[in-house]
């Protein structure tokens, strides 16, 4: 059983910054990831991160060149929390985001692929303005 449960979200200024945090509740999570929706769009893959330990890829990242440069996915091993770091906020950040986990290594493209995850958090809103 995987739970996943985020926090963080909030109302914030453009050019601000907000960091999200997922605790995981989980065994044998290898990929980890922020998802985003805003407003009568589809779902967007941000950022991931391969959580898995003792694999060449392990702690790598990958990121939608939407937040490039901007967001820093991380993941405390010993706190089990997933964060999102979200720096130099745009009104059209704002979004409902979501964790989710996989229990496959994802780097790259695959890793932000919306199929790849089983599980969701609830999602933690993101506004901007």
């Known amino acids: 059983h995987v739970q996943l449960v985020e926090s963080g979200g909030s109302s914030v200024n453009t050019g601000g910054s907000l960091r999200l945090s997922c605790e995981v509740y989980a065994y044998n999570v290898r990929t980890m990831a922020w998802y985003r929706q805003a407003p009568e769009q589809a779902r967007e893959g941000i950022a991931a991160i391969w959580t898995g330990e003792f694999n060449v890829n392990s702690g790598k990242t990958s990121y939608a060149d939407s937040v490039q440069g901007r967001f820093t996915i991380t993941y405390d091993k010993e706190k089990s929390t997933l964060f999102l770091q979200m720096n130099m906020l745009k009104p059209e950040d704002t979004a409902v985001y979501f964790c989710?986990?996989?229990?496959?290594?994802?780097?790259?493209?695959?890793?932000?692929?919306?199929?790849?995850?089983?599980?969701w958090g609830q999602g933690t809103q993101v506004t901007v303005s």
């Open positions: 989710a986990a996989a229990v496959r290594g994802l780097v790259g493209a695959q890793a932000l692929g919306e199929r790849e995850y089983p599980y």
